[in-house]
Every structure is written in C-alpha cells, then in structure tokens.
C-alpha cells in the first residue's frame, strides 16, 4: 500500500513510500537535499519496517533534533 507522510522539522517536505507486508519500498523523498535522501531510500528500499525503525530512529542532522532519516523512521512506524 502506497503512503505519503508529512514531515517535520527538516528540509524534505513529505515522504512517499510503499508498505507492503512489512516490507519499504519505492521510498521518495520531495524537497531536501537530494544526494542523501535518494541515498537513504536506496538504502532503505527492500528492508523490512522493523529494521528501518530501528536503524533510522534517533539520527539527528546537525542541531536538529530531527532528519530526514529519523522522519522516515516516524512515517514508517506510524502505518504498522
């Protein structure tokens, strides 16, 4: 099942991503910069929620107390 969530506190303005019996995939970032948010969902695509959560949560970008990172692993855990 496709999801688009929207972030906070970073440069990316939303998340879109698929969720399909537990696994990530075809996760797009809009906005941010965008060397490392198609990284980190290249990265990400194929793995399952659990382990995106639990790998992403936490990560801060510079005094932020977010990231885009950190925002997937929010998005992510908020459709289990």
Do not use: W, Y
């Amino acid at each position: 099942m496709k999801h688009t969530c929207k972030t906070s506190g970073v440069c990316a303005k939303l998340i879109t991503f698929d969720l399909t019996d537990g696994v990530v995939s075809d996760i797009n970032f809009i906005g941010g910069c965008s060397g490392n948010t198609q990284g980190v969902a290249k990265l990400a695509d194929g793995m399952k929620a659990e382990e995106i959560i639990e790998k992403l949560s936490g990560i801060r970008c510079g005094f932020k107390g977010t990231s885009c990172p950190d925002q997937l692993a929010k998005a992510v855990a908020s459709k289990l």
